[in-house]
């Protein structure tokens, strides 16, 4: 699914450009052809248009698209009301492009050991492991 989105984000993303690339070759054979006496050719609108309204729907189609991978939790946060109430657990979700976005969380126990002692040059076989209440 990452695959899927990353896909269409980039197929979105080289349909602006290329739109882009449109405009900006046709500014330069009209520079040209001004500069030669030539009659100027006109601007491609229709066709960057065309281009650009296709890379649109790809690029929010891919934005739409989170995973929330193994171990961890989602929240979706969006940008005027804050969070949602659903915790979103691993797996794909859809979310709404540019209002809304995905914050991960670890839910995984966390072990942390602790030495007693300042010396942390030797292996100290009194070391304390331990794992706290709330995880």
Known sequence: MILLRYLLVFTGISLLVGAAAILIWDLIQIIKARREGHDAPELRWHAA???AMCG???LLLGLS???VPSGNAGVRVNQFAGTRPATLFPGVHLVTPLLE???TFDIRDQVF???????TSKPNPDALRVQTREG
Request: glycine share 6%; net charge neutral; hydrophobic share 35%.
């Open 49 to 51: 248009r065309r281009a």
């Open 56 to 58: 649109v729907v790809p």
């Open 65 to 67: 698209i989170t995973v």
């Open 101 to 103: 976005h995905m914050e």
């Open 113 to 119: 050991t602790t030495k007693a002692g300042d010396d």
